[in-house]
């Protein structure tokens, strides 16, 4: 049996011989709880401050525009994307969820009637709770997604919806994107920590960072990458909650499935204009003082692209006046790095998903035990019943450590402990997968290494933590003996299963 299944049988067998038992209620809703969890898909919220683009993102993850996405704040209502089979009648749709627990269907089309902000509807968005959004695309068959509103957002209740939403115990997202743009600031850092203290959450393990907009840089993604590496030596504590930083352009990315073949015979003619740069200077000039055919179409371009994508794409026609509109349209995809970011968010967060899940159940059936055991009312008897569960918890959790090694040492990195050198941090993190769970990404050689040289490079670097076992024995640091042989041990396993 494997972990998630063990603690699964556990908790059905909890849940029966709690049942009858009133003083016990909340352990059973717990499991109750505890069961919907395990079998549903990881949460992803895509999070960060306003308008960083994670309504943009999330349209560019789903290959469809579906969130409302504006220059002036738009989201105001979290949206929670389920794939359609989880919907009740098996159809594509949004089911709005009020504040005072009155559900109401209906088509997706309305749903930035209930997210988008509006200030003539200020009143029902206020009322609204949070929006179930019920679609049919393969990526929700590995995570539901969220989108919410800009963690600082001023225009009233939306981010107090975000945050309540968020860290309450039954709705928790399992793992995070932060979007920062355009470059982490002192308001990123105080809303992850915060959103860090009230959930526990944010760590490496199950956060990951992008910095978006690149396209709007003038030196593109080489600018964000410079952003992003002086970002990390500003905030050191960056490291410590997020498994990195990747630069992004999700406009773009949206703008590959938005733009249509009238838009894209029009965008091939700018490179042949006289004085096109002088035009395309910035988005007024470009808007408002360009005469070429109707300020409708020059602003209807601008909101497909924004200005850069605009010159971004005058460019690529200079250099490729005849390419077809899928082969712009790929570029447009291929610029944006949206599927990379997607790649690594599926690997990191996908394949931990039972991990995450199993964690975070057997946390909160910890925590629900022990503030239940602190009741005096409960008697002797419920006290003994709960030292008994919280021993099988203990067990399980034991159980999950020895099964997730990898996790647990990772998490000690994450946490700040630093009875390794960076260097030696560096290298568990790569092995234990952190850069890619491939072989030669966890070794961090070529891809065409043969099977053969992988294998020697596993065993010796197996010898290497051995060793440094050793040494740290010697040294008396028990803790450093104690990972060092537990990773020269997962790496063995790697070898043995080649
Ligand atoms: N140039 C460029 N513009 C972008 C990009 N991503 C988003 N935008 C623009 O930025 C504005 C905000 O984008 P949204 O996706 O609505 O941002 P948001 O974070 O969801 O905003 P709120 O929900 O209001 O907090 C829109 O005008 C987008 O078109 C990008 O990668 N490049
Ligand atoms: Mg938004």
Redesign the pocket.
Known sequence: MNEKAGIKAFIESLQIEVQNNPKLSAVYDSCKMALVDLQGPLRVAIT??????????L?AFLGRYI?????????YNVNWFHHVKHSDDGKEKIVVRMLDGVKSEYSIEKLSEFVG?SSTHKELLDSVHWVDVYLNHPLLEVFDLI????LD?LMGTDSQHTRDLLTKEENRPDAIIY?VYPEFKSKDITAVADFHESTGLISGLNSIAAL?????MVQKFEEAEEKIRSNKERYADIRYYFLNIYP???????ASFMLNDYDIELLRELPKINNIATFTADYNTFVDKFDWQTKEIRSHLC?L??I??VRLSIEYFEQNPIATAEAYKSYLYDF?RVELLKSIVIDHFGGRADFHKCNRVLSRLRKVCARTIQQKEIGHDVRIVIQGITQRINQLDFELHQHYAEYYILNDYYNGEDYFTEDEWEEVKCVLGEYGSEDFERLNVSKDTTKTEIQSAYDSLCKTWQKRAVKFGFIGNTRANEVSLQIARIIQSYSNNL
């Open positions: 960060g401050v306003i308008k960083t683009g994670k309504s943009t993102l349209n969130v409302p996405t504006a220059v002036e704040v738009m989201t902000y989108d919410t509103p800009g957002s979007l978006t907009r690149a396209d709007m992004i352009a999700a406009l773009p990315a949206q909101t692209l924004s850069d994508g944006s």
